[in-house]
């Protein structure tokens, strides 16, 4: 299935190498089709805490939302992700935001990404990758909702 949509932050460590090696960690099960630039972020929730790296990647799989959210935890964990606290500092976090048209509403899932509209570090790596997509619930294009989220702490990466 196509048109799924991962959110990838990384603030601890190297950064760049860890979102790197996220796409080289995907295959064989998971297919990389698209790639957003890079973009340099202010934390948010938590703010005691390093600037992120946060891309969004268009990826491709037979997997069901609940064996990808199972391999990106996997993924995390071979990275050296370790469970701090919500909003805390982190290796790498790797978020199912779009999965296609589907609406779940799961313990431990959501699908579309329940907080995806108020984040302008989703949205805008996802404007360059899909602009005119479709909230599934919201019924608003990713383009809109950038619109209304304040977007001054979201610098591309150079």
Request: with cysteine; net charge negative; hydrophobic share 40%.
């Amino acid at each position: 299935m196509r048109g799924i949509y991962i959110g990838l932050g990384s603030n601890l460590g190297d950064r760049l190498d860890h979102l790197s090696r996220v796409m080289e960690a995907l295959p064989p099960r998971v297919e990389l089709v698209a790639a957003s630039p890079i973009y340099e972020t202010d934390p948010w929730g938590y703010l005691e805490q390093p600037a992120f790296l946060n891309q969004v990647i268009e990826v491709e799989t037979s997997f069901s939302p609940f064996e990808l959210l199972a391999y990106l935890k996997q993924i995390e964990g071979f990275l050296g992700r370790q469970v701090t606290f919500r909003n805390g500092p982190r290796v790498i976090d790797l978020d199912i935001l779009i999965f296609g048209n589907s609406i779940l509403e799961e313990d431990g899932l959501v699908i579309p990404h329940p907080r995806m509209h108020d984040r302008a570090f989703v949205l805008k790596p996802l404007a360059d990758l899909a602009p005119d997509l479709c909230h599934p619930v919201l019924g608003k294009t990713v383009q809109e909702l950038l619109q209304h989220v304040d977007q001054s702490g979201v610098c591309l990466f150079s």
